[in-house]
């Protein structure tokens, strides 16, 4: 009888080539998240698709169920990649544990163990038949128990990762959700396989198990997904590493505030792994932040700084951003975080140094203040000194140009001091000093400035005063100091006083014509009787044969 080369044998050899290249290409990429596991489905495929294909071009039952024993091979290592790379691309690596791929070696080595001893059990399939309908072989064989147990395994390992993608396009950000969404479309695929084998039509030709080409097809959209949606780009690996490896803490949530992605540096601050908090509620992972960042969550971008009862109290550099999608809806929320509890604590020392400082220097210019002072004040009289008298009047008198108000100046000394001296002794002497200087304080305005110029003689400088009015004060104070209290000097032998006065503008434009007029008129005072007020004139006698007229 002849035989022609069935058709069926066709999609087969396709379905092998497109593999290949699929395999070829995604080798070129191999450093992407999945790719490893894509590429070895894919040498499944073209092994699973080749022998096939051979098995349908093959005229005699014993080379049909050659082929047919050997394609188990390839189609043993279809669940076990598939449901690695779903785990990979939906980012759950955590749960490719050693254990899951010994436990997912079990039903392949079975399976093959299986089919290649079904001639002594039968478990896989019954007897064999070749039939030739219209010149074209068909192999028609009984599936067996293990043929019903191998089915159901590999749906539930279809099945189960469906489940992850699904979850994961669910969790994922915006970013991989094109991607994600190919990949579940075409996980989808095989599921259909299941119709064609039980579908009466295609029963009558021959059992037509047409996975190898479904798988093929979902293998065309992985691949899609991975290299034409740019999933394999380094790009998205690039950013989940650097996420990775912050040292800010990273969290990103969705709209319903439950963690979608959490980085070490979060794990570690909030005490959690990444698998106790992803899927959870941002309010039983952050305990104590809740209320803190409340109001921040439905505003546009915040950076704040946050103190939060951790074990111990901790100081947060804060920021929230919305995540959007490309038509601006807000999708989610990210919080980037960083402890600056010990900066915090840096600058609270650096504050108490800093008031401490201020302290210091406070106390230093109070006793610069005092030491300027002393060197300004006469050490018996506590007057100011001749060195003071000298700086103020040079302001006085420049200020007094400026604003146009006179300025007075008395000048006195005590008459006959010498003989005070002489009679009651130096410390007396002293006494009648303090107790001259202390009458000159009571009797000056505050804004008046008295001074001890040398010896027993004194100035006083009285600013917006007359010449008349310093007169009066000059007169006042001649008057009252014979009445003071001098236990040590007898009432008889006081000394009385005598007072030279000259004003600015009049009597002299700078303070050493000042001082000099105010001492010529002293001179005048001294010169006619003593214990008497001389105001400066010109036409003195004095100051006639001082001034040369
Ligand atoms: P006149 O009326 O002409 O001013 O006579 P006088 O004796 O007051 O003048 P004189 O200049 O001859 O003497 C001033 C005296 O003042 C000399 C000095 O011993 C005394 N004297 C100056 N400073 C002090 C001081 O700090 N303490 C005491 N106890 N005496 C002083
Ligand atoms: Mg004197
Ligand atoms: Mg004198």
Same mark, same amino acid.
């Given at each position: 009888?002849?035989?022609?080369?069935?058709?069926?044998?066709?999609?087969?050899?396709?379905?092998?080539?497109?593999?290949?290249?699929?395999?070829?290409?995604?080798?070129?990429?191999?450093?992407?998240?999945?790719?490893?596991?894509?590429?070895?489905?894919?040498?499944?495929?073209?092994?699973?698709?080749?022998?096939?294909?051979?098995?349908?071009?093959?005229?005699? *039952?014993?080379? #049909?169920?050659?082929?047919?024993?050997?394609?188990?091979?390839?189609?043993?290592?279809?669940?076990?990649?598939?449901?690695?790379?779903?785990?990979?691309?939906?980012?759950?690596?955590?749960?490719?544990?050693?254990?899951?791929?010994?436990?997912?070696?079990?039903?392949?080595?079975?399976?093959?163990?299986?089919?290649?001893?079904?001639?002594?059990?039968?478990?896989?399939?019954?007897?064999?038949?070749?039939?030739?309908?219209?010149?074209?072989?068909?192999?028609?064989?009984?599936?067996? *128990?293990?043929?019903?147990?191998?089915?159901?395994?590999?749906?539930?390992?279809?099945?189960?990762?469906?489940?992850?993608?699904?979850?994961?396009?669910?969790?994922?950000?915006?970013?991989?959700?094109?991607?994600?969404?190919?990949?579940?479309?075409?996980?989808?695929?095989?599921?259909?396989?299941?119709?064609? $084998?039980?579908?009466?039509?295609? &029963?009558?030709?021959?059992?037509?198990?047409?996975?190898?080409?479904?798988?093929?097809?979902?293998?065309?959209?992985?691949?899609?997904?991975?290299?034409?949606?740019?999933?394999?780009?380094?790009?998205?690996?690039?950013?989940?590493?650097?996420?990775?490896?912050?040292?800010?803490?990273?969290?990103?949530?969705?709209?319903? $505030?439950?963690?979608?992605?959490?980085?070490?540096?979060?794990? #570690?601050?909030?005490?959690?792994?990444?698998?106790?908090?992803?899927?959870?509620?941002?309010?039983?992972?952050?305990?104590?932040?809740?209320?803190?960042?409340?109001?921040?969550?439905?505003?546009? $971008?915040?950076?704040?700084?946050?103190?939060?009862?951790?074990?111990?109290?901790?100081?947060?550099?804060?920021?929230?951003?919305?995540?959007?999608?490309?038509?601006?809806?807000?999708?989610?929320?990210?919080?980037?975080?960083?402890?600056?509890?010990?900066?915090?604590?840096?600058?609270?020392?650096?504050? /108490?140094?800093?008031?401490?400082?201020?302290? #210091?220097?406070?106390?230093?210019?109070?006793?610069?203040?005092?030491?300027?002072?002393?060197?300004?004040?006469?050490?018996?009289? /506590?007057?100011? /000194?001749?060195?003071?008298?000298?700086?103020?009047?040079? #302001?006085?008198?420049?200020?007094?140009?400026?604003?146009?108000?006179?300025?007075?100046?008395?000048?006195?000394?005590?008459?006959?001091?010498?003989?005070? /001296?002489?009679?009651? !002794?130096?410390?007396? !002497?002293?006494? &009648?000093?303090?107790?001259?200087?202390?009458?000159?304080?009571?009797?000056?305005?505050?804004?008046?400035?008295?001074?001890?110029?040398?010896?027993?003689?004194?100035?006083?400088?009285?600013?917006?005063?007359?010449?008349?009015?310093?007169?009066?004060?000059?007169?006042?104070?001649?008057?009252?100091?014979?009445?003071?209290?001098?236990?040590?000097?007898?009432?008889?032998?006081?000394?009385?006083?005598?007072? !030279?006065?000259?004003?600015?503008?009049?009597? !002299?434009?700078?303070?050493?014509?000042?001082?000099?007029?105010?001492?010529?008129?002293?001179?005048?005072?001294?010169?006619?009787?003593?214990?008497?007020?001389?105001?400066?004139?010109?036409?003195?006698?004095?100051?006639?044969?001082?001034?040369?007229?």
């Amino acid at each position: 009888m002849f035989v022609l080369l069935h058709p069926f044998s066709l999609p087969f050899m396709l379905s092998a080539l497109v593999s290949a290249g699929i395999a070829v290409t995604i080798w070129r990429r191999r450093t992407a998240p999945g790719a490893v596991s894509l590429f070895v489905n894919m040498l499944g495929l073209i092994f699973w698709s080749g022998t096939y294909a051979a098995m349908w071009s093959s005229t005699t *039952l014993q080379k #049909q169920l050659f082929w047919l024993d050997l394609s188990t091979l390839g189609a043993v290592i279809i669940p076990a990649t598939f449901i690695t790379f779903s785990l990979q691309v939906s980012r759950n690596e955590r749960f490719l544990t050693r254990w899951l791929m010994y436990l997912l070696t079990i039903e392949p080595a079975t399976s093959l163990l299986l089919q290649w001893t079904n001639n002594s059990h039968h478990l896989v399939y019954g007897p064999a038949q070749l039939w030739v309908t219209d010149g074209l072989a068909g192999l028609h064989w009984s599936p067996g *128990l293990w043929y019903w147990i191998d089915t159901a395994y590999w749906y539930i390992i279809i099945t189960a990762g469906i489940w992850y993608l699904a979850r994961s396009l669910f969790r994922n950000g915006e970013l991989h959700r094109w991607q994600i969404g190919t990949i579940l479309a075409g996980a989808c695929i095989p599921l259909f396989a299941i119709l064609f $084998e039980v579908s009466p039509f295609f &029963t009558k030709i021959g059992r037509l198990d047409i996975s190898p080409l479904l798988f093929t097809l979902s293998g065309g959209l992985y691949f899609y997904a991975l290299s034409i949606q740019k999933f394999l780009d380094l790009i998205p690996v690039a950013h989940s590493r650097l996420i990775q490896s912050m040292t800010d803490g990273v969290i990103v949530f969705d709209l319903q $505030e439950r963690i979608v992605e959490i980085n070490p540096a979060a794990c #570690q601050f909030l005490g959690v792994t990444a698998e106790q908090a992803v899927g959870r509620h941002s309010r039983d992972i952050l305990t104590g932040w809740e209320e803190i960042t409340r109001p921040f969550w439905d505003q546009q $971008e915040v950076r704040t700084e946050i103190g939060v009862k951790q074990d111990i109290p901790r100081y947060l550099d804060l920021s929230i951003t919305p995540l959007l999608n490309p038509r601006k809806h807000t999708t989610g929320r990210m919080i980037v975080f960083r402890d600056i509890s010990v900066r915090k604590q840096d600058e609270g020392a650096l504050r /108490n140094a800093n008031e401490q400082l201020q302290d #210091q220097l406070a106390e230093i210019r109070t006793l610069r203040d005092q030491l300027h002072e002393q060197a300004s004040r006469d050490p018996l009289t /506590n007057l100011f /000194n001749r060195r003071y008298l000298d700086e103020m009047l040079l #302001q006085e008198l420049a200020r007094a140009e400026r604003e146009n108000y006179p300025v007075s100046v008395i000048m006195l000394d005590i008459d006959r001091f010498k003989r005070v /001296n002489d009679t009651f !002794g130096h410390k007396a !002497g002293d006494e &009648t000093l303090q107790a001259l200087a202390t009458l000159i304080i009571l009797h000056i305005r505050l804004f008046d400035v008295a001074c001890r110029f040398g010896g027993e003689e004194f100035v006083i400088v009285m600013p917006h005063v007359s010449v008349e009015t310093a007169y009066e004060r000059a007169e006042m104070l001649r008057r009252a100091f014979p009445k003071i209290d001098l236990p040590s000097v007898r009432k008889e032998a006081r000394p009385t006083l005598s007072f !030279g006065i000259a004003a600015y503008p009049f009597h !002299g434009l700078n303070s050493e014509q000042l001082l000099k007029s105010a001492d010529m008129a002293l001179y005048a005072a001294k010169n006619s009787g003593r214990n008497r007020s001389v105001i400066y004139t010109e036409d003195s006698p004095i100051s006639r044969k001082q001034s040369g007229l």
